[in-house]
């Protein structure tokens, strides 16, 4: 594990909202999951700035991959999750499975998603770097970190469009809403990019 995975990790163990929701998760045993996005950037955020853990996080990502495509196969999964949890973490777990995102994603966004065959490869898709990050709880009680764009931007506190994909038609209201968080952040316009 690379010097910053291992810090990462520890930034999540430090974080009890984040840590109560991967152990939970992980007693699930669902296929290919991570908790990523928001909970992981947000909370790495929180301690680089000296922020409480849980400051700012809305809500918990939670994915994992399934072929069933069906909205029936990932209802049944979001209702599995969310019986186990008590309020506030019952309405701030949101589930999809990443299989499906390509089913609903450019009606949504107004922008194309090709398959895909992990919840890993859709973290590579994510609006920008600091965003790409997932995290697991696995059954020997270790973090894994999967980071295909790196873990650079979220630790240097860098909001940029992700290079490998074209820039989000929301872009400016996902810096505004980082931004008024983290007024710290420094933001790269795709113009600079």
């Given at each position: 594990m690379s010097a910053p995975e291992i810090r990462l990790v520890q930034i999540v163990r430090a974080d009890p909202g984040l840590m109560h929701v991967l152990t939970t998760v992980r007693d699930l045993q669902l296929p290919d999951w991570r908790v990523f996005s928001g909970a992981v950037y947000q909370s790495v955020w929180n301690a680089v700035t000296g922020r409480p853990a849980g400051y700012g996080i809305r809500d918990y990502d939670l994915g994992y991959f399934d072929p069933d495509t069906t909205w029936d196969a990932e209802d049944v999964v979001?209702?599995?999750?969310?019986?186990?949890?008590e309020e506030p973490f019952r309405s701030k777990v949101e589930v999809r499975n990443q299989a499906r995102v390509p089913l609903?994603?450019?009606?949504?966004?107004?922008?194309?998603?090709?398959?895909?065959?992990?919840?890993d490869e859709a973290l590579g898709?994510?609006?920008?770097?600091?965003?790409?990050?997932?995290?697991?709880?696995?059954?020997?009680?270790?973090?894994?970190v999967a980071a295909p764009l790196g873990l650079e931007d979220i630790f240097d506190l860098v909001l940029r469009p992700n290079p490998t994909r074209g820039v989000a038609r929301d872009w400016p209201r996902v810096v505004e809403r980082a931004r008024a968080r983290w007024p710290e952040l420094t933001v790269i316009e795709p113009d600079t990019v």
């Open positions: 979001i209702r599995r999750v969310a019986a186990v949890f609903w994603f450019p009606a949504h966004f107004g922008e194309p998603y090709d398959s895909i065959s992990s919840t898709r994510f609006v920008a770097p600091a965003f790409a990050v997932g995290i697991r709880l696995e059954p020997d009680d270790t973090i894994s």
